[in-house]
């Protein structure tokens, strides 16, 4: 990897593959920013809970958030697009300040150094909806709880800076500007607990389906060999129980 790959002018297909177009290479160093002013969120929620069967209640919540003049660290991928992207640096100066951010090798071209900071550029939106099913039965040798939570991953999305891309991670993987990685589309969690006099028991499983990789998000599926590779779904379980000696 390095400077040749990035300049190369060979048909992509005749191109080193396995790789992405931006390669994050090198050490990577953060820099604070004393210019950064403050983020603007907005959000909006809206509920609804309703008493579906005795002893049985139901809440569903809608989320937005959306995040702009986000304080953040710009991504390697960033850096390298605002340098060697033509629609970013029309000239292709390599002195460039996106270039001039990396620092590459005299001997082989590769980069030995990322210099990164703290910008205002990002911007995040992210949505979803949370549902709550809670219900209690009084039996003759004890009580039993249930409750099953469920969240669906509407959308997941992130700009680094105003001109660039776009994207949305729901179901990926990926992430970006430091916002939590592994986007599911959708997240599983049920719990029963049974207690009799000072015993309990509680019983919880939790669902989490398969993620994409992130270039699926970042539109790299349909180049030789994109790195597509699906993390598959699994399930946890847990068995626990407590008992109170005295009131």
Not at 80 to 87: D, K, P
Not at 100 to 121: I, K
Request: hydrophobic share 35%; aromatic share 12%; glycine share 8%.
């Amino acid at each position: 990897t390095g400077a040749f790959e990035y300049y190369d002018n060979r048909p992509i297909t005749d191109q080193p593959t396995n790789t992405g177009f931006f390669i994050t290479a090198g050490t990577q160093n953060s820099f604070g920013n004393p210019n950064v002013k403050e983020e603007q969120a907005d959000t909006f929620t809206l509920g609804v809970v309703m008493d579906v069967h005795e002893n049985w209640t139901l809440t569903v919540d809608y989320y937005t958030i959306e995040i702009e003049d986000m304080i953040a660290i710009e991504s390697p991928d960033t850096a390298y697009e605002r340098c060697l992207s033509l629609a970013q640096n029309p000239t292709g100066s390599p002195t460039s300040p996106a270039c001039l951010q990396v620092t590459r090798s005299p001997f082989n071209g590769g980069v030995s150094n990322l210099d990164l900071s703290f910008t205002n550029q990002g911007k995040a939106t992210v949505s979803g909806v949370d549902l709550q099913l809670t219900g209690t039965r009084m039996l003759e040798s004890g009580g039993l709880n249930f409750a099953f939570v469920a969240n669906y991953n509407i959308e997941s999305e992130t700009q680094d800076r105003p001109g660039l891309s776009t994207i949305d991670w729901a179901g990926t993987r990926g992430c970006a500007l430091q916002i939590q990685c592994q986007q599911y589309d959708y997240r599983l969690l049920s719990t029963v607990n049974y207690a009799r006099g000072p015993w309990t028991v509680t019983l919880r499983h939790q669902f989490w389906p398969s993620l994409k990789d992130a270039t699926f998000a970042e539109g790299a599926v349909g180049i030789p060999n994109p790195l597509g590779n699906i993390n598959d779904s699994y399930q946890l379980f847990y068995l626990g129980g407590s008992f109170s000696f005295n009131d």
